[in-house]
């Protein structure tokens, strides 16, 4: 046995065997990335492998897989324990089409820690939500039931073998596709691989930054972006993948460069390049030297046999890659491995499909409801009218890196499932057809989507797409008035203003339902949610703007605080926002009880000297059921600095506050009617902590996060405000 193969080994012991028994020929293959062919030797036998298969919302690889809803949704639930069940099971199912032979890797692409920072962004639905410490909380707990979750094997001790590898993407302040509106690839005025995010200080460390400190050192693998920032591409980035990632955050995994991102290093627009390299074997070195280890489309053996490398320059650029794969048990017998037991049974199951449409029931956010006329919920007894763009259709429910259901039910099938009356569908744009199908319903539900949007896509507005808009313009007018619900089916926010303005809109919507993208289960659950035999218990992970907000923002800024805010924190809410981010009703009515905030003061030395990570402020207060439907909750615990005129030269006095942040957030399940249930959120030394530099310029300049004093409001809403007299005060 060489000492690569004895699985008790030292893991550094073990690489550097293998590592001396590759020719150099073999060194060279191994950057092929991400495909890695075997080696066939008589003394040495190596399987081949992958480093990546898309996760995100199931296993996109594989003949079938479960369908789960996309980030936006999860992000939605406020739930890290939903999250981290869904993530489980996507691993479970990762795992065993590798075991099978299905796939060839085991480094599983996700979870996507960019900021939705702007809603016409293509791939909104990839991610968590706009507001950082929502999107760092969430993928911890993705990387968390991803990696070592018990799941369908109930596997609780795994002796140091993860499941898979969590590959976060995209390092870093990625979120822009260009090609926007109606413009093609390569023909547009911006794309993403030549685009340039110039990003100040304080949103890089507060904002951008913020998920990757949390999560970096649990994940096997961080994908670098397109883009540069200030200048410098993501992929060639030495100070954002060795000093931030490594060096900060602790990054023990790979860093693999996006698919093209490479060559996009020397190309120049229109191809969508930077520029930054004089030849592709150049930005490949750099790369190199930046700390990429693999390298999507034309991987590192087409660049680097030109570089003339010397072994001893390879062999350190191969051992991290091999490293990777022993972690995971890629070179050990599979009877060594714990996870080996996950098989075919586990694929597209029916306890996945039950979670895929528990997930999507905790995901759909009541946005609209009114009690005049009635709204929601559906009465058994209702005539149902069903149409839109959506409404039959099944593949949109999928979103982008998702899984392979064996079956989707989607809305039109769900309803028509639940409904006690008939449910008719109008699949034409006919006026007068749609006008006489209306007049012999009760109820229209609406099922619409937003302009295209996609990877490589951003959308030019943020309105219903217009085949969907003349639909429903169409029953603006109309005078039978029969109800209208509006279901909403896109990964951006939608401003749905107009159909709910009743000087706009003869007829306006007496619900609107926003379901994003939610897999495999959608129109099931909607059923369910609409007919009022589940309630909702979601709220919105990010700001739904008016479309006025377009028309001032740019999409290409990267700016979080001006001209044009971003998010929460950040916008002027009177003139751009229609629906706050963390809104969303229920069919009962929610309270919260007496407000209990321990220590409500503290020292700035004392917080800052608390171990990394720990929580020792508690808030404590109860969740009150005041209305008649049992239902789940989230509460959400967000500061507001407090602005006195004190000492103008006291620390914080000049900085830019936001308007409020998240702090904490928990989600309270089934709490019955008039009744309550404890609540207890945890805040430590992150929640009043600023980035302060040390000198010079640029997001890269010295400086660290800082506890700062002050006093600060404490806010708790439920998806509305909740009064609460506690103020945090924060002694120098």
Request: proline residues 7%.
């Amino acid at each position: 046995m060489q000492p690569w193969q004895n699985i008790t080994a030292p893991l550094a012991t073990r690489v550097a065997n293998l590592l001396s028994l590759l020719t150099q020929a073999e060194l060279l293959d191994q950057l092929g990335g991400p495909d890695i062919g075997a080696i066939n030797r008589p003394d040495l036998v190596l399987p081949g492998y992958s480093f990546g298969i898309e996760c995100l919302a199931g296993v996109a690889q594989g003949k079938v897989s479960t369908a789960f809803p996309l980030p936006v949704n999860l992000g939605s639930s406020f739930d890290t324990s939903l999250v981290e069940e869904v993530a489980s099971a996507i691993g479970d199912e990762a795992r065993a089409l590798y075991n099978i032979g299905e796939t060839s890797s085991m480094h599983c692409l996700g979870p996507v820690l960019n900021l939705a920072r702007d809603p016409r962004w293509g791939r909104s639905y990839e991610s968590y939500g706009e507001d950082p410490f929502l999107i760092a909380r969430l993928g911890e707990a993705y990387v968390h039931g991803m990696t070592t979750g018990p799941g369908a094997a109930n596997v609780t001790s795994a002796e140091g073998f993860s499941k898979v590898g969590a590959v976060a993407k995209h390092a870093a302040a990625y979120n822009f596709e260009g090609c926007v509106g109606h413009e093609n690839y390569p023909n547009c005025s911006q794309y993403r691989s030549s685009y340039n995010a110039r990003v100040n200080t304080l949103d890089m460390h507060e904002s951008y930054l913020t998920p990757w400190r949390v999560v970096c050192s649990k994940l096997e693998g961080v994908m670098c972006s397109y883009n540069s920032i200030d200048g410098v591409p993501a992929c060639a980035n030495a100070e954002l993948l060795e000093n931030t990632l490594r060096g900060s955050y602790g990054l023990q995994g790979i860093v693999i460069a996006d698919d093209g991102a490479i060559s996009k290093i020397h190309t120049m627009p229109p191809d969508g390049g930077h520029n930054f390299a004089p030849t592709d074997a150049e930005a490949a070195l750099i790369a190199l030297t930046a700390g990429v280890d693999v390298a999507y489309g034309p991987g590192y053996a087409n660049y680097v046999p030109s570089l003339n490398l010397t072994r001893s320059a390879l062999e350190p650029l191969v051992s991290r890659s091999l490293a990777a794969r022993f972690r995971l048990g890629a070179f050990d017998p599979p009877a060594s491995n714990p996870w080996s037991v996950l098989g075919p049974s586990t694929i597209n199951s029916a306890a996945n499909r039950a979670l895929a449409r528990r997930a999507a029931l905790q995901s759909f956010v009541l946005l609209h409801n009114t009690h005049e006329p009635a709204g929601l919920p559906l009465h058994g007894e209702d005539s149902i009218l069903m149409l839109g763009s959506a409404a039959n259709d099944s593949a949109v429910l999928r979103g982008n890196y998702n899984g392979n259901p064996s079956k989707i039910i989607n809305m039109l099938q769900g309803i028509s499932l639940r409904a006690h009356a008939a449910v008719s569908y109008f699949p034409g744009r006919s006026a007068t057809g749609l006008a006489k199908a209306a007049a012999n319903v009760s109820v229209v539900v609406a099922v619409v989507r937003s302009e295209d949007e996609s990877e490589s896509h951003d959308r030019a507005n943020i309105t219903v797409r217009e085949a969907d808009a003349e639909l429903l313009r169409v029953l603006c007018s109309l005078s039978s008035k029969p109800r209208v619900v509006l279901v909403l089916v896109n990964g951006g926010a939608i401003d749905v203003s107009e159909w709910m303005d009743s000087e706009r809109c003869h007829n306006p919507v007496v619900a609107i339902v926003e379901t994003w993208l939610g897999g495999e289960e959608a129109g099931s659950a909607l059923a369910s949610l609409l007919f009022g035999d589940e309630n909702f218990a979601a709220l919105s992970p990010v700001t739904v703007y008016r479309q006025t907000f377009v028309t001032a923002a740019d999409v290409a800024d990267a700016g979080l605080r001006s001209p044009v805010g971003r998010g929460y924190r950040y916008v002027d809410a009177d003139k751009y926002v229609l629906f706050p981010f963390g809104f969303g009703l229920s069919y009962t009515r929610w309270t919260a009880g007496p407000v209990v905030l321990e220590p409500s003061s503290v020292s700035a030395v004392w917080l800052a000297a608390q171990p990394q990570g720990s929580t020792p402020i508690r808030l404590r207060t109860t969740l009150v059921n005041a209305g008649p439907v049992a239902g789940s909750r989230p509460v959400l615990l967000y500061l507001r600095r407090i602005l006195e005129p004190a000492d103008p030269r006291a620390r914080g006095a000049s900085m830019d506050w936001p308007k409020k942040w998240l702090v904490a957030f928990t989600k309270v399940h089934a709490i019955a009617p008039n009744s309550s249930a404890p609540v207890e959120l945890a805040i430590g030394a992150d929640a009043v902590s600023r980035w302060v530099e040390f000198g010079g310029s640029g997001w890269a300049a010295p400086g660290q996060m800082e506890v700062i004093p002050g006093r600060y409001a404490v806010v708790l809403s439920e998806g509305e405000e909740i009064s609460s007299p506690c103020v945090l005060t924060v002694n120098p």
